[in-house]
T-cell receptor
């Protein structure tokens, strides 16, 4: 069972930052937070992951709260191609087994 | 560099039949995982293959079986198909068996009638 809670859906204006929240209040000290996205009719795509420090790559930034009970994925300048379902996943000592929840449907509008 | 490839793209089968789906991992990857994604839901882990052995298994019946070949490619077999097996079947590959950074293929859409 997924150990994360995400909003069902959210809208974002093109060119604006998209901030996607994820609650993982039962996360343990050695569990990572991973983010994937799935564009319609495609397989999921890895975005970013982190343990306790903030992370940034060419796709997004990941902000993890100090108590690690929640995190936010930030898409700095959303484009129409960022419309997708975004999944927040906690690695529950499952040795490479990704446990997807329902995710957040993000729609970027012009 | 080719990514993860899957075949066929679409498949229609009749209840009770058997089906085989195929996956070629990303170059350099030796671990293959299979996921089932029902319409409107997130992918669910079926099993993982590493060194030609099933290393982990999700909550799926024995009707679901697999195989990994020496070149790291993999097959997913489903016997005695049920209507509820209709789904998108995703293959993912990774560098190591305990890696959560996985590369997914486009999937095979299976329809059971």
């Amino acid at each position: 069972d997924a150990k994360t809670t995400q909003p069902t859906s959210m809208d974002c204006a093109e060119g604006r930052a998209a901030n996607l929240p994820c609650n993982h209040s039962t996360i343990s000290g050695n569990e990572y937070v991973y983010w994937y996205r799935q564009i319609h009719s495609q397989g999921p795509q890895y975005i970013i992951h982190g343990l306790k420090n903030n992370e940034t790559n060419e796709m997004a930034s990941l902000i993890i709260t100090e108590d690690r009970k929640s995190s936010t994925l930030i898409l700095p300048h959303a484009t129409l191609r960022d419309t997708a379902v975004y999944y927040c996943i906690v690695t529950v000592d499952s040795w490479g087994k990704l446990q997807f929840g329902a995710g957040t449907q993000v729609v970027v509008t012009p | 560099d080719a990514g993860v490839t899957q075949s066929p793209t679409h498949l229609i089968k009749t209840r009770g039949q058997q089906v085989t789906l195929r996956c070629s991992p990303k170059s350099g990857h030796d671990t293959v995982s299979w996921y089932q994604q029902a319409l409107g839901q997130g992918p669910q882990f079926i099993f993982q293959y590493y060194e030609e052995e099933e290393r982990q298994r999700g909550n799926f019946p024995d009707r679901f079986s697999g195989h990994q070949f020496p070149n790291y490619s993999s097959e997913l077999n489903v016997n005695a198909l049920l209507l509820g097996d209709s789904a998108l079947y995703l293959c993912a590959s990774s560098l190591d068996w305990d890696s959560y950074e996985q590369y997914f293929g486009p999937g095979t859409r299976l329809t059971v009638t």
